[in-house]
């Protein structure tokens, strides 16, 4: 293991570092314990195993970071970071050409399929969740300085 070192900081300037850092934590942390092969919507590109393997690496070195800080990260909620998504069933595909040159596929009718549910990440609601979760992170750290 590397020798620990230390850094002394002004609150004012620590303060954006340890705010971005449990943002990163609270985020990576629930990329890797919630998103599965089934979820719709995933952040990366790359397999599956691959990208948790990264967002497990990201979580490990933001949370160390929070918690040089004397502080805990906070993760998010299942909630904050899920939803259901119902595929479309008895779909009409008719495949359309328009003047030789550009081809799409018209979709009419279907209906919900209420008996398959599935995962869907929510990037907007889990990437604000990420922010005010930092946020509070944020504000315990400074209840310890006692300034």
């Known amino acids: 293991m590397p020798n ?7 609150a004012e300037d620590a303060e954006p570092i340890l705010r971005e ?3 990163k934590a609270a ?3 629930a990329l890797g314990d919630y998103i599965t092969k089934r979820t719709w919507d995933t952040p990366g590109g790359r397999s ?3 990208d948790r393997q990264c967002w497990q690496r990201e979580f490990l070195r933001a949370k160390r ?7 805990e990260y906070e993760p998010t909620s299942e909630e904050e ?5 119902f595929p479309m069933k008895n779909e009409k595909r008719t495949p359309v050409v328009v003047a030789g040159l ?3 596929t018209r979709v009419e009718g279907g209906e919900p ?9 929510r990037r907007g609601v889990h990437a604000e969740a990420c922010i005010q979760a930092a946020d509070r992170v944020v504000r315990r750290w400074r209840a310890t300085l006692g300034d």
Do not use: C
Not at 81 to 85: A, E, F, L, R
């Open 48 to 50: 599956l195993a691959d």
């Open 102 to 104: 550009i081809k799409y």
């Open 4 to 10: 620990p070192i230390t850094i002394t900081l002004r």
């Open 65 to 71: 970071i929070v918690e040089s800080f004397g502080v």
């Open 113 to 121: 399929d209420y008996k398959k549910p599935e995962p869907r990440y």
């Open 21 to 23: 850092e449990a943002r």
């Open 27 to 29: 985020f990576y942390g």
């Open 81 to 85: 970071t899920m939803t259901v998504q």
